[in-house]
Structure formats: C-alpha cells, structure tokens
C-alpha cells in the first residue's frame, strides 16, 4: 500500500504521521490506530486561511483588520449545511487547483470538494497554498464590503426599523376592533379544545390554527363529518370542498391575519415561548382580526396572554378544565421486562429504538405494533394512531416517539418511557419536564360518548433506574411563561433590506437585523438561526429577489437532506427564471426510490422518509408559486409514497443491527 507522501508538520499544521498512524498503548496490543488524516484539500484550505495574515503582510495588501477574524471564523466551519457560501468558497478555490494545471483529477472533487484524489508534494505545496489565498483575499474583501456597507447605510432608518417599543401597532386592522381573548386551560385531555371548538362550529366564519398538519386535518376531518363547512389551508396543502366554508383549519404558521373572522381557535398556545416556532402565535395572538381569540393551552401561558391582552387593549377571559380522567405514576418501573398489555404505549426517543422495541415487542406479543414517529408523514401517523384506536386491528401496542405529545387522539391506557434522556444531536440530554408531562398525559384518553367509568391514565418507565426521575418530573410545578416570542413582519423586514444595495447577502442583512433588533414589554426576540441556513440555500440563487427570498424563508428544509443546497439550488433557479417545472423535472429528487416499491428494510423505510419531506418541501414552494413549481405530479407522489410507507410499515422487522444493539437490553 502506497503511503501518502509525508509533509513535514510546519506545512501542514495538524498533520499525520507514521508514528501516530501505528500508534500503540504500551503494554496492550491494540489493533494499528489508523489515524483519520485529514484529506490534503482540507489541509490546504486550513493552513491557506491559517496564512491569510502573512498572506496580507507579504504582499504588503492593506485590509480592514477588524473583518478578518469573523471572516476566516465562518471559512472554518465552512460545512455543506452550515455556512454554505464559505463551502461554496472552498469548492471553488479547491477546484481551481485542477485549471492551474496541478494535475488533480477532477472527478474528485465534483463528488467531494473536501478530497483531492492525491496527496500535495513538498516542492508544489506553497505555490498552491498562495493560489488559494489569492482567491480568498478577494472573496474576503467582497465580505468586508458588505460589512461597510451595512455597518454604515442609513443607520438611523435601520435602528428604527429594529425598535419595537409596542409591537401590537404592527397591527392596526387588529388594534381597530374589539377582541376578546378567552383562554381555556388545563393539563392535557382535559376537554380545552373540545370547548373552544364547540364555540367555533357555531360561527358563520371562522378559523382552527393548530402546531401541526397532524391536528389541522384531524379539526378539518372532525368539522366536516359534524357537517360543518371547514377547508383545510396547510404549509404544503389547500384543500377547498367548499365554495364558502365556515371555518377555515390551518397551520398557525399558515393563519391569515389579513382576514376578517367572527371566532379564532389557538390551540397549545403555550409554544408561544418557543425560540424557534413562537414568533407564529403571538403573530395570531397580536394580529387576527378577530372578535372572539380562543386560546387552548397549559395554565402556564395565563400570565404571559393576560400581560398582552392588556397591551393590546382586549378583553381577558380564562376557563379552566380538570382532567377528564385520572393520571397516576405506576407503583413500580416495569424492572426491564417487556410486559406489555393492550393498550400500551411505549415511548422511545430514538427512531433506532423505536425499532428495536417494536421487533422484541412483535416477538414477545405475536402480533403487529403500531408505530408512530416525527419523521412520518401526518397522514401515515393518523393511520397508525387508527390501527391503533381501532378494535378490529391486532394492533394494540404503540410504539411512538415524541411525536405523540401533542394532538393525536390516541385510546392509550398506559405510558411506559423507554428512558427520559434523547440524543440532541451533540449530547444526551434530559427530556424537558413539561413535554414528559404532555407525553404523559395522553394517558387514559376520555373517551366521548361512552357512559362505562372511564379507567385513569397510568404512566411509568420501562427501567427503575428512570423511575424516581418520572415521579419528580410528574411532580413538578408549571413554570410561568413570561416572554412571548416575536420576530419583525415580512414587511418590515423588506424595508430593512431596501436600505441596502442588492448584491448584499440577504443573510447578512439578517444577521444585521439579528444584531440591532430590540423589543420592549413581555416579549423576546425569535431564534433567526433558523434562517440562516435557508437564506444561505437562497442567496446561492442570484437571480432570487429579495421579495422570494423572503416569502420562501419559512421553507421547511432541513439542513441534513441529502444534497440540499443542490436541491434548493434547483427551485429557486425555476423561480427566478419562471420556467414551470414538475416534481419529476427536479434531478435532485430521487423519484426512482419509488419504484423500488414496498420497503422492506429499516434503510428503504429512511430512503422513503427523506423523498416524502423533499416532495413536502417542493408542494410547499408550489403553494406559493403554483404556475412555476407544478404541483400535480407531486400530489401523486405524495400520496404514493404515503402508501408505500403505511405498507411498509405493516411489513416492517427493523434491521437485524438495531434488534440487536445494547439499547434495548430488556429481560424477556
Ligand atoms: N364535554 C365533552 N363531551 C364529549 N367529549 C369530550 C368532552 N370534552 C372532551 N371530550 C373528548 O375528550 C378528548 C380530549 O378532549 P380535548 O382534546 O379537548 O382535550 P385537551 O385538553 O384539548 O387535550 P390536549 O391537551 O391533549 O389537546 C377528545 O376526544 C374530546 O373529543
């Protein structure tokens, strides 16, 4: 085997060698420690930026030094789903090694830019480290510009337009009527929405804004079978059966506050505190046009809706609801065992897990087990939660994840937490107190319409070593919520962006934004790191005006999609050019994994899961663009792959990797 080409330390920074690539523990025999080397392109994109200073001072270039710190930080981390133009930096001063003649294959890099297909040689290594850094001063200076620019362009319109004293005058149609707010709050399966929604079949014109798809079909499915005329308005979905409906359910993020209702339903009101997804309902809460505002949520938002109401001059109402049937803590964990019984459900924070469980569950019981998880499709979790709730299926375990805290009407008996600590994708980490009291609490369901004495809810863990954990957590005091999470209007943010040349990055106008805003009263500003990452995937797009880029901020991309920036890239040029395209028209949508028809492996499964989101990404944008992005071939997609994963999932024995990993050690 042909070692690479040894480089001396100094070049290369943090470097191999052969010591370190055999290195052992003395006195144990380890098997070679073949160190991860980092790839010869990585290492001379890293001393390239690591050298922009001597770089600057070699050349006797003169630069604004106060820039270079925070530029050279975001080159660092210049990852495919982080910082997307400095990646795109790195791609492109990594490809023009193979113009400047330095016979670096170039198929490489088009797959993996990190990657040159041979080592660097000592004699070429600083010819080539100064080419890159010859590029990446000038893409340093284009940044110091824009930094100029926004640091000194009319920077007193810009701090008003960042200022929110009162932000309820951002709503004058809102703030020229009369609302009443009438809050109905209590723990879960207490009957709040139940109340609120009674109120709302009895308007001529009104609206249903749930957290999720999930809960906006079930209030439309629920409405129209009472008989009352409801259309359904979701991020990705408009459904109309009727010409002139009475109510409208939809999506909080999707609720008009442009449109005049006689009753509004706000349900969960607490993820008004939400640092990422907040800024939606106090956007309703402040900005419906509406006479009546019910709000269906935990005790803990009273203080927070009442502080606004009175700001926003409204009438103030609270009912409160007691469970409609008991909850209580099992007397003991279940020891590790898997004894289950109808009715159960077990929650596992870990698609992995879930998996896992659900195949030593299916052995153990000798039937099939519902399951029911984030990344499922809302309509293949309705119809689990079906398979479930229903007597004629064999069904009668649920094995879900967290996904089922809020909404699902589901006939659980019994919660058992496979462990109270999830993976955040850096750390384990504790589950939040109030969502194991919502998960919790969907235990022991009312059951409308049935007389028999209604058995309570039981909830407990699956290990004793997360018992005490549960008892203190279904102990612990509701936490008041005090601030209200808010982000500026669209409008507003136009304005700001107009006080700018167009060749600025709208992402670093919104990083700008980010800095300078400042709201007053009980409210905090929304998490914009949310929208970084989309801008970034936007500004690729230079034709995309400023007006797209905002209106497709809420994009529910998610940045670990398979070739995402490739994947947004494709729309936004369609939008930009106005050339009409359909689903199957996109190269970055794999189409194909459709005809390899019902999944059998827990891969395929995945494989599905991830075009269902892409195909939802593409009908969200088509919803607001619908004569560029064509909707109609992906409605069929989306429907067959909902198919194919409820068979699927029918069919499903989880990989043998997971049925045996340790994180499931459960005595049978
Ligand atoms: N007064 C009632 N008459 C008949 N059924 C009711 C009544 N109140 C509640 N229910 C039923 O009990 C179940 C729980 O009610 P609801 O969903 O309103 O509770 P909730 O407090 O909003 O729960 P969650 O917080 O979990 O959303 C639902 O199936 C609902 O239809």
New binding site residues.
């Given amino acids: 085997m042909k070692f690479p080409f040894l480089i001396s330390k100094f070049q290369f920074g943090r470097c191999f060698s052969f010591k370190k690539l055999y290195s052992t523990v003395p006195g144990k025999i380890h098997k070679p420690n073949f160190l991860a080397y980092d790839s010869p392109g990585n290492i001379l994109w890293r001393v390239a930026l690591k050298g922009m200073e001597t770089y600057f001072t070699k050349q006797k270039i003169e630069y604004p030094t106060q820039y270079l710190p925070s530029f050279l930080e975001r080159c660092r981390n210049a990852k495919v789903n982080q910082e997307i133009p400095y990646f795109e930096l790195k791609k492109k001063v990594l490809r023009s090694l193979i113009k400047s003649g330095s016979g670096f294959s170039s198929e490489i890099y088009y797959s993996n830019p990190e990657y040159l297909e041979k080592p660097v040689h000592r004699k070429n290594f600083t010819f080539y480290v100064s080419h890159l850094q010859e590029i990446i001063a000038a893409e340093f200076f284009k940044y110091a510009r824009y930094k100029d620019i926004l640091a000194n362009t009319n920077v007193d319109l810009q701090r008003q337009l960042t200022k929110f004293t009162n932000p309820g005058e951002l709503y004058p149609a809102a703030r020229s009527q009369k609302r009443h707010i009438i809050m109905?709050v209590?723990?879960?399966?207490?009957?709040?929405?139940?109340?609120?929604?009674q109120r709302l079949k009895q308007s001529k014109r009104g609206v249903y804004a749930g957290p999720l798809r999930l809960l906006a079909h079930e209030v439309y499915n629920r409405l129209n079978a009472d008989g009352i005329r409801c259309n359904l308005l979701t991020g990705e979905e408009i459904r109309e059966p009727h010409i002139v409906p009475h109510v409208v359910s939809c999506t909080v993020e999707m609720c008009s506050i442009y449109d005049s209702f006689e009753v509004a339903v706000i349900?969960?009101i607490q993820m008004i505190a939400d640092p990422d997804r907040g800024f939606a309902w106090t956007n309703c809460l402040l900005g419906l046009q509406a006479k009546e505002i019910h709000l269906?949520?935990e005790e803990s938002a009273v203080n927070l809706v009442k502080s606004i109401a009175k700001l926003t001059r409204d009438d103030f109402t609270v009912y409160r609801?007691n469970r409609?049937n008991r909850l209580k803590v099992a007397k003991a964990s279940l020891r590790g065992k898997l004894k289950l019984q109808e009715g159960d459900c077990l929650v596992a924070f870990s698609r992995k897990d879930i998996f896992a469980l659900k195949e030593k569950v299916e052995e153990k019981m000798g039937r099939r087990a519902a399951v029911i998880y984030g990344s499922l499709p809302p309509e293949v979790r309705n119809q689990q939660a079906s398979l479930f709730n229903s007597e004629d299926h064999e069904e009668k375990i649920l094995l879900a994840s967290d996904a089922i805290g809020?909404?699902l009407?589901l006939t659980v008996k019994r919660i058992i937490f496979h462990k109270l600590k999830k993976f955040s994708g850096t750390e384990m980490i504790d589950i939040p107190i109030p969502q194991v009291k919502?998960i919790a609490?969907?235990a022991g369901?009312?059951?409308?319409?049935t007389d028999s004495e209604q058995s309570p809810g039981v909830v407990t863990t699956l290990y004793d070593e997360d018992y005490e954990a549960l008892k203190r957590a279904m102990k612990f005091p509701i936490k008041n919520l005090t601030r209200a999470s808010i982000k500026p209007p669209d409008f507003v943010f136009e304005k700001f962006c107009s006080l700018f040349p167009n060749e600025v990055p709208v992402r670093m106008i919104l990083e700008r934004y980010a800095k300078l805003f400042k709201v007053q009263g009980p409210f905090s500003a929304s998490n914009f790191n949310v929208n970084f990452f989309t801008l970034d995937l936007l500004d690729t797009v230079k034709e995309l005006t400023i007006e797209d880029k905002i209106s497709l901020l809420g994009i529910p991309i998610a940045k670990q999609m398979p070739q995402v920036t490739e994947f947004a890239y494709e729309i936004g040029k369609h939008i930009a050019s106005g050339k009409r395209m359909q689903i199957y028209d996109h190269p970055y949508l794999p189409l194909d994994i459709i005809d390899r028809g019902i999944p059998r492996t827990n891969e395929a499964l995945i494989d599905l899961e991830r075009l269902h989101k892409k195909i939802v990404v593409y009908l969200w944008v088509s919803l607001r663009y619908p004569n560029i992005i064509l909707p109609e071939a992906a409605l069929m997609a989306k429907k067959i792959t909902e198919e194919l994963l409820a068979r699927g999932l029918a069919h499903m024995k989880s990989s043998t990797e997971s049925s045996s990993s340790s994180v499931v050690a459960v005595d049978n």
């Fill in positions: 109905h209590g723990p879960t399966n207490s009957g709040k929405t139940y109340h609120a929604l349900d969960e269906c949520g609801y409609l809020m909404g009407n919502q609490g969907r369901r009312h059951q409308a319409n």
